[in-house]
């Protein structure tokens, strides 16, 4: 199939032409054949899909349900928002529960989905501060070490592609040492770790920071914490571009310092995603969703209801920066923190075909998995 007339968008660029797809990749870019199925895109955007490395659930389903239907059904509901691949994120609750999600996450990335393809996991404690819990549960926090994370991912460990941390808690060096050598994502998070516990962290091995600004010190003057670590590093980091979990003014600030070459975009997303407002569940605790913001009784923020595409609206509309950025940091950022950056995540001959049509206010109008037409706008 060759899609025709369509603003490409690059790492660095948008210009318009045209990609010629065969066996589920893009074998041509600006192909001058045009025999066989022509689609013409009519002056629409041809982006490489989104990829979310860090979403808990959505169209009422959670990771933590831990069955094919549920991870299958989050795959379906966020490939028509232009998420064509994922990492499906686990919560601190029971190694027993962690491990039950972590098969059907090693199944799904081995036998393909109905949706976005996942990518492996990124677990989300249990090995972080009960400081800075937000909406995980302390009931089952685990100290760091290796025997503990070996119960957590036992029988699926080459799933793993991310782990969220606190440096500080006793225990983490030896954890992210061995887990890093492993070829696995350290990221700091949950942690009221100071500047200096931060930098001794990344010496260690960190790499990452999850959802930046939320669960963490905050930049200070006089003790910079851990954002001041992160801005100060080059490490890379994620945002939640919803305007509720960052304001928009800090989101500008952090893709000034950092660049969009460090920064990713997230969604954080859970069960509530493309839900009505309402009472839903994370990690077993209920949460109540109110005009798209989703909290705990406490008041604590509890993840999001964001999708890719509007978080890459938000920020092209809201900070300044080009469109090709905003798509940057949706899709070879993210490719690049799963190590699939060689054969996805940009628009390149040889590359998967997964790829969105979408227009100037960034509505998707079809998604292509592998090159597939998986969603059509109706």
Sequence with gaps: MIIKNCKIIYKDKIEEGSILIKDGKIEKINTEDFKGEVLDAKGLYLSPGFIDVHIHGAGGYDTMDGTVEALNTIAKVI?????????????????????????????????????????????????????????????????????????????????????????????????????????????????????????????????HSTHLYNAMTGFNHREPGCVGAIFDTDITTETIADGIHISYPALKIAYKVKSTDKVMLVSDSMMACCMRDGCYSLGGQDVEVINGAARLKNGALAGSVLTIDKAVANVYKNCGIPLYEAVKMATYNPAKHCNVHSYKGSIKEGYDADLLLFDENITIKKVFVKGKEVYTER
């Design 79 to 207: 490939v028509e928002h232009g998420t064509t691949s994922f990492l499906p994120t686990t919560m601190t609750v029971s190694i027993e529960d962690i491990n039950k999600a972590m098969k059907v996450i090693k199944k799904l990335k081995e036998e393909g989905t109905e949706g976005a393809n996942v990518l492996g996991a990124h677990l989300e404690g249990p090995f972080i501060s009960p400081k800075a819990i937000g909406a995980q549960n302390p009931n089952f926090l685990l100290k760091p070490s290796i025997e503990s994370y070996e119960k957590v991912v036992d029988g699926c460990s080459d799933a793993v592609v991310s782990l969220t941390l606190a440096p500080e808690v006793e225990g983490t060096k030896e954890l992210i040492e061995y887990t890093t050598s492993k070829g696995i994502v350290c990221s700091l998070g949950h942690t009221k770790a100071t500047y200096e516990e931060v930098i001794e962290g990344i010496n260690w091995g960190i790499s």
